[in-house]
């Protein structure tokens, strides 16, 4: 045991000495989790806008008022003349305008109608969209409510959307479980078949193997800094998450910490297996680079929804271990589900990392021979 | 205690496929000798070494290492064997210290006796200031003496060297065989490969491959003596060429 212990403090010298090594296993998670959570949203909070209302009645100023009321909106101006709208989006702080017509309110319980007009800011378009949809919504709420009050007047009800699990539709909250699996297992397969590799290339490999050292202990000795590691990194990623974008873990804890781990072991067994397939530190980073990370991004859910993706891609999905993590971590992260929920994606994973370890132990034999 | 067998191969055989990389192997290796491995690129020494190093398993054949069958107590026979090899063995972005203390440990020495030995080691190499310094900085003679003072570190009965001293310049090499010497001295058996024929000159006895056979097996002056030749350089040129030349 204690010259286990000798091993791996050895790898982590190895870890703490390389500057590059350090920012792929924590530079990375980190810089992710705040890319995409402020760069990919689809989400809006606070966006301001400006009303120009030409008729100022009760319904009208009802409107806005409720358009502020929402987390949505703020109203950062009123306008009084058209000439102004020009101006207003100048300033870059309103993402839309709206126009009351003149007499709407009078109009609209007169005739049955009238005409808002939402102008957004189209440089944006993503925010362009969202702004004008999450309006009408807010409309079509309204009218709803003034169709309870004003009888007689009729106004068509669009069909309510309701978002379960996500309701206000942030994005965060799905890009944590797509981020934890990528770099998960990037750091795992990647690290370790790298750090095997390595040994191999350079001859130390074999000095070890003469050695007293079982195989055995020299691939734990050469996996468990990473192994604790991961799990340092999936505590920062859920921390960050929590820290910077609010985002609550509503299941377990304690499950989602021991689904990671699982999870890290077979990324573990996955770099184990490439680092016996490959000769060189490159193959191994070809390997896991090609072989992983396209597959995870585009295969695994994360993105893309595979149930619109040509067959091909639907056959092959489910053999992405990451889907399933993905999976397990929506779960527990954002429906809060127990373990109940997510028995058959665990048992999943955990045949995957179990055909990963003998795929390795035969292939390690076989050199031997 | 003289002439006592380290190591014994009784009609060794390892095949790749159909391929014969050794073919019907016989040799013995006595306590404290210096048993140089000779042979061409491709004739098989380095799958002999890596089979008696615990590394490959033989097809067929006895084989006993520090007197221990290889099949049936190869854990054994680790603790027994030293090993270094042409690719560089020690870890390069370790200090000196750290390196000896990693291998040590391996070998399950205590703490104080490596870092006695350490002390030892460095005064007797004259490198005693460069013990906190990153191997990687260190010139590579440097560095092959140390993988080798660090393969006998926990006093095996042989130690196996795939040509250690590849690549290294040509007093450094002397410096070197004065280790091996030394290590001989001390009762420690080398098994060495080499490339250079003035080394096989510093061996006790010599073996020759040739196409997974051994040629012959004799002390440098008694090779020389029966094929009548002035070096071993041209006892190996004589002898070890093989039968048919290939192309390519």
Redesign the interface.
Known sequence: M??FF??VK?EF??IF??VRTLIILFGIPAAQILIFGYAVRTDIKNAGIAVLDQSKDEISTGLVSRLESSEFFILKENLVSGDHIDRAFKKGDIKAVLIFENGFGKRLLSEGSARIEIIADGSEPNVANLVTSYTRAIINDYMTDLNKVEAGSFIAVEPEVKMYYNPNLESQYMFVPGVMTIILVLICALMTSVAITREKE???M?????????PLQIILGKVTPYFILSLIDVIVVLFLSWLVFDIPIKGSLVLLMLESMLYIMLGLSLGIMISTLSKTMQQAIFISLLGLMLPTIILSGFIFPVEYMPWIYRVLSPVIPPRWFIIIVKDIMIKGTGFTFVWKETLILIFMTLVFIIISTMTFKKR?? | MINEKVIEVKDLVKKFGSFVANDNLTFDVYRGEIFGFLGANGAGKTTTLRILSGLSKPTSGDVRVAGFDIYRHAERVKRHIGYMCQKFSLYEDLTVAENIMLYGGIYGLPKKLIEGKTTELLESMDFTAYRKRIIGDLPLGMRQKLAFAVAILHDPDIVFLDEPTGGVDPITRRQFWEMIYKASADGITVFVTTHYMDEAEYCDRVSIMSEGRIVDIDSPAGLKDKYRCATVQDVFVKIARPSNNKTG
Not at chain 1, 206 to 214: A, C, F, G, N, T
């Open positions: 204690k010259r000798g091993f050895k010298m190895h000495r390389d350079f001859g130390t074999e000095v070890l193997l003469v050695s007293p050292l079982k031997l021979e």
